[in-house]
């Protein structure tokens, strides 16, 4: 799962990269419109900034939220955090999943709107709650024991 996670991590960095590389090429495009054919110029622009839209949708919250699962699901497996912080990164995570899929099939991708928002709020609060905890606290130490399974040496 770990390297699922990687995997996952890495794909919405590449739809991010594509978002941000597609708003680059219409600014490029905006810029030359009135020494080219207006209408074509127009026409790509368009294309390029509905690409840029579903690029940044699906990256940021259909693949943000499979990688938010899957991360609160290993933490929750490992122990290393509370159990009650993994499960509500879970129980976010397929919240933020359920809501950019609705909205995907009801209202499209060319606005935020409230089911967004309120479908993204509680895995965004589960992150910053997460990190303040790791500051603050850090990881659960494993408990350590020897291979026949009699507890370890104690510490303190």
Known sequence: MAVGYVAVRTVEGLFIL???T?????LALSQDS?????????TVGSALLSAREWASFVGTLIVFGVSAVILNTLLYRSRLVAVWLSLWGIIGGLLLLTSAVVEMFAYGVDAPTALQLL????????EMV???????KGFAAPS???????????SG
């Open 22 to 26: 597609t708003a680059l090429v219409v």
């Open 130 to 136: 997460l990190a303040v905890l790791l500051i603050w």
């Open 144 to 154: 350590v024991g020897s291979a026949d399974g009699e507890p370890g040496p104690r």
């Open 18 to 20: 594509i978002a941000s």
């Open 34 to 42: 009135g020494s080219a054919g207006g209408a074509g110029v127009e």
């Open 119 to 126: 479908g993204a709020a509680p895995i965004g609060v589960q």
